[in-house]
């Protein structure tokens, strides 16, 4: 990197270099590496138009290349993710293969691996998206601002992720474990190899009920996204009851929406309460 950066020719001064760092974190490139390592002279070589004698047609039906020699074959990391999934017999067993397993890239740009939070001993499972800035920093699925409203809503209904009583304990777990830079949505094959140990997490802590919390989960475990129009349809997920909800991050953009999440709450509120009797 240069050691005098200079912004179209001028040379700024600490304040307004302090100013574009922060309006580019805010921009969301706020990592200064990439997801995965690139090599820019094989990419320079790649670059060379490529001729094929085949028609243009013919070549669309060619199937992919396999993985390139030194590249991760996709279905092999999901399969060896099944594996160590399938073996941990407990959730810190779990937690051990799911920190040490190597099959996702983000895993060397994370601070820290957020494997859970609350008790695990809980009726209600809350499922979201992927750790935030925050989470990574802490090692601790929802501690951030969405995170904190998550508190508030469900200390609403009476449950905490602190509660030692499982009829009022909330247990927290994300579908990735490690941050995703600048908090873009998880891609496909990330969530594919976190499948198998979200599954063996659930059927771990084996709670009651459910919450699918935003888009992310929802097209995890249940193939679908739209949680606007999913979100209040009690559905099943993981061989249990699950409820969809609206993600706490998108209620803090949008207060109105409040209303139909408290509606959700009430909902799951009384379904714990059938539970009960
Ligand atoms: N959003 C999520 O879905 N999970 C977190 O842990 C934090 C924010």
Known sequence: MDANPTYQGIEPDAETALALLEWQAELGADEAILDAPLDRFELAARAQPAT?????????????????????????????????AAAADSLDALAAAQEGFDGIELKKGARNFCFADGNPKARLLILGEAPGDEEDRQGRPFVGRAGQLLDRMFGAIGLSRGAVDAEKALYIINVLTWRPPGNRDPAADEISVSMPFVRRHIELAAPDLIVLMGNIPCQAALGRRGILRLRGQWTQAFGRPALPMAHPAYLLRNPPAKREAWADLLSLAARLETLSV
Do not use: C, F, N, R
């Open 52 to 84: 094929s004698p085949l028609p243009l047609q013919v070549q669309a039906q060619v199937p992919a290349a396999p993985a390139a020699e030194g590249e991760a074959d996709p279905s092999a990391l999901v399969a060896e993710a099944e594996a160590l």
